[in-house]
C-alpha cells in the first residue's frame, strides 16, 4: 500500500510524491488537501487507517484586494475574511499597508451569540492587534478603506501561537 497526498478538487496520480505504507508503520505526508491509500502490490485489505495533522505553521495570511481611482470614493470599499484558529486562545495580527489609510476590524463571532470586536486598527503603514478568542469562536477580520486615489492591498499575518 501506498499513501499519496492529494488535493480536494480533482485528485490525480501526480499530485504529489507517495509514500511506501509498512503494516503497523507510519508515515509522514505534506498536505494538499487530502490524503490517498493506493494498492502497490498484491491485493491488500486495510483493517484501519489513522490521519494526525499537524500544522507546519500557525501562520495565516491575508492579502486584501487593490481597487482603482475613484472605486471607493462614494461609499468605502470592504473585504471581509473569516479566520478559523486551531483552538481558543491569544493570536498577533500584523499588517502592512501599501498606502492610504486602511482600516482593519477584527470580530469575534461565537456560537449562538452576537459579534464582539476585538479590536480596531487604523492608519498607513504597520498595523498591529493582539487579541484572544474564546472556545468555538472564530474571527472576522474587515479591511475597509475610503478615498479617491487608488487603494492598495493590505498584507496581514495572522500568527496563532
Known amino acids: 500500500m501506498s499513501a499519496c497526498p492529494i488535493t ?7 499530485d ?3 509514500a511506501d505504507l509498512p503494516a503497523g508503520g507510519t508515515v509522514e505526508l505534506p498536505f494538499l488537501g487530502g490524503v490517498e491509500l493506493r494498492a502497490t502490490g498484491a491485493p491488500a485489505t486495510v483493517e484501519e487507517v489513522a490521519v494526525s ?3 507546519a505553521s500557525r501562520a495565516t495570511t491575508v ?3 487593490s481597487r482603482p481611482a475613484g472605486a471607493c470614493q462614494a461609499t468605502a470599499c470592504e473585504a471581509t475574511f473569516a479566520l478559523v484558529p486551531g483552538g481558543a486562545g491569544a493570536f498577533v495580527l500584523t499588517g502592512q499597508a ?3 489609510r486602511p482600516r482593519l476590524v477584527l470580530t469575534a463571532v ?3 451569540v452576537s459579534n464582539r470586536t476585538l479590536a480596531t486598527v487604523e492608519g ?3 498595523l498591529s492587534i493582539r487579541a484572544t478568542l474564546e472556545a468555538a469562536s472564530e474571527a ?7 478615498g479617491p486615489g487608488p487603494i492598495a492591498p493590505v498584507t496581514a499575518e495572522i500568527l496563532w501561537p
Not at 140 to 146: A, G, I, K, M, T
Open 8 to 14: 480536494l478538487s480533482i485528485p490525480s496520480p501526480n
Open 16 to 18: 504529489g510524491a507517495c
Open 53 to 55: 495533522y499537524v500544522p
Open 63 to 65: 492579502v486584501t484586494p
Open 98 to 100: 501599501g498606502g492610504g
Open 110 to 112: 461565537g456560537a449562538g
Open 124 to 126: 498607513g503603514g504597520s
Open 140 to 146: 472576522r477580520l474587515l479591511h475597509q478603506e475610503q
